[in-house]
């Protein structure tokens, strides 16, 4: 065979004219900064250091012993006297059947500890017995209800329903509520998200959230890197380096590109939304003093192409912590970034939900390991520590960001290790859960094993750590 | 879009090179040469090349392979009262679909047995297992054919022959355009150039909704390098023939939020041009380890139950079949051949200029 392939490399110049300033190749920009990493995701995506900015919410009366707490990535939470957050669990069709809670019904989260499967995911057929069940625990075991007092009342959105074994759980919107076990501070959301999830992944439960205090011409969307800025149409609105507080400095020429989002003359400000006057008798939007635009050129809704332009950004009404400083951001062979370890190798996150009517999760080293060591390992520890294996954190490491940790895991059963193990690896973990790499990945930006397991790897599977991509969304999907 | 029956898909290039009129007429209807001597198309149809035309009987006589529901089923009857695990059922076929070589297939796996198929002679040989062309032309090597010609989904209307064009359509991360350069002749011209990119555009479709020539294409620069391709070819009485390359990535997702490609040795095109349209042929040696995580990852085993795909099964299948690029280590062969069936509509393709001014202010 002649081998006559040519890769053809040629750069994309985007040249941004600034009063006669020197062009700017974003290309050559973007890859320097995918390659030493730290740079890129200080300045694109992470929180910056010293700038605690938080999502403001619409306040509302609020029951007795509950409180609203601005959790790190999901924003604002309803959470109990304890600071725990309260979750939901609307009802949702899957493949075979459905789970969850009907507004202003009973729960369906009860003490049963169940056997056998629930046939809910194709392909497989209901009445299967569970792994490890001398283990097993019922749902509100896990999903501890949260219960009103005896002389509680209802209040606005918030409702009491009596449950099946008549004690009275409080509901929010007619969703009764719950707190998780998987949540060991305040503001932590480990129990469930905002983002997005088709029925595959899942019968996912909420976290209960006051309203967002935002203009109508505007939404949030969850993403991975923190609660990002929409349109009323879902397009992302960006800011630029070149405006004053409360002043556009985009005129002529910057207009065949940007857009600035129009406000109404008259409006509230609030939560540090306000207006100003761009030309006479026209309003622009800003948050926080940032006069805010739309990309003319963006693609589709929730694009992070405006901000490939350099001086621009995408406005989050709050971003994600930054991860541990030796992870990395990588561009990904198939169209945008994804987390990566200190090589550049992708980072993944596993995911598991447990085919019975209780929809529980088995992706944390608290729960059974027999669904991951299928798929990582065909049963295997030891070839899945191999296939995807763990990332080790440094010794001594410790997280800046509540949404990291190092977790202490037994290597022989891939559980959390006991006290004072001396042959537990200590691996970084996301909002509880190990993070992996993956052996079948030969270098930095390479995604082989993106959807391994079930369901594309969002029900029993890996799924990489995306921070954008720019064909699939994933950045907005759990995990 | 309309669609054809697989035998009017495929493209004729046989009876072309033999002698058939009546593209010989079609290529004198362009032989023009396109503006600038380039022109551009975006692929509307993609399927594995599998004859589905002749008698079961004599392609499949022991029947169709077995899907996920079917294996399972045989595996784990029900009919006896007898209650299963889920570590040693589910979990069990979950762990070996994902790491087949660690056991033994417990299933017959059935070949096709047909002796035609649609391909192209790669080896300029004719060798025992090589197939006949529906034209009769000898030589055709595609033992893909033969690993899933017995499988239902992916003969004609099966499941994945439907969802290998549906998903392609769907998912814009598969936009994949060509185009070719150097065209001085649209009938027959023996120097053309031709460029493989990903399109960031939808299809354009007319006022009945039927995919149409005469859209835009902008190729992704940013992030599609990684199916970037140039490749040599020439045009004979209308068909593009071009020169084989390794290592060809073939953009080949589905829509379950994965990005993902075939990997091809000795990949070639044959293609009928046409000023609107374009179809025939890619062909090549495809790599079992991409296929097999291609569709892993792509079709896990709810969607394989679709169309009876057994990935456990159908991946022994085409290591025994495997009939090209030997590893230089262990000598096994790591690809088979294949054939896929495509057709494109004209597109203009639109390159980022050099300068793309993005923002300014006065």
Redesign the interface.
Known sequence: MRRLLNLVRIPLLIVVITGGQPVIDIDAAAADAATTGVARKALQYWQPPGRPEQEAYIEEPLPPGFQVIVSPLEGPVFADSSGRTLYTWPLRVQRNGQAGDRPGRPSSCTDEVLQVSAGLMSPYPAGLLLPDLDRRVSCIDVWPPVIALEDAEPLGKWSIIERMDSARQWAYDGQPLYTSILDQQAGDVRGGTKMLSGGDAGVLRKPAAPTSLIPPAFGVAQSSTGRLIVNKNGYSVYSWDGDEPNQSNCHGDCLTYWTPVPAPENVTEKGGWTTFERSPGTKQWALRGKPLYTFNYDPDERSFMGADVPGWHNVYTQRAPAPPEEFTVQDGDFGGQVLADSRGRTIYLYNCIEDTFAQLACNNPGTTQAYRLAICGDGDAERCGETFPYVIAPTGASAASPLWSVMAIDPDTGRSAGPGQTDALHVWAYRGEPVYTYAGDPGPGTLNGQGLGEFAGTRNGFRAFFLRDIFQDSEFRRP | MTRKRADTLTPPLQRLLFGTVALFVTGMAVAEAPRDGRIGYVMVERRWAVYSEDDLDTACPDGFNGG??DQ?SELFP?DNGQ?????E????R???Q??PT??KDPFPYYDAQGLISYGLNLDNRIGPNDLQSPAGIEGIDNQVYRAVGCIDGYRYKGAVWQFDTSDMLE???NRFVIELAGVDDFHNDDEVTV?TYRG?DGLHKDATGTLSAGGVQRV???????F?????GKIVDGVLIT??????KLIW?MA?????YQLF??FRMQIELNPKSAKGLFAGYVDIDQWD?NL???W???FQ?YGHVSQPSLYRAMHRLADGYPDPVTGENTAVSSAVEVSFIQVHVM??P?????????
């Open positions: 996920p529901r399972f029900t209650q299963y695990t889920e570590l059922s589910r979990l069990m979950e762990g070996r994902a790491h660690t056991s998912n814009l991360a460029t960031l992704d620069m940013r992030w599609g390098q990684p970037i391709y140039q490749i040599q020169e084989p390359v390794d290592e060809f997702s379950q939020n994965i990005g993902s040795q000795g995580l892993n990852t792509n896990t085993t709810h139950s390159r980022p050099e300068d793309v001014k993005v923002a300014r202010t006065d």
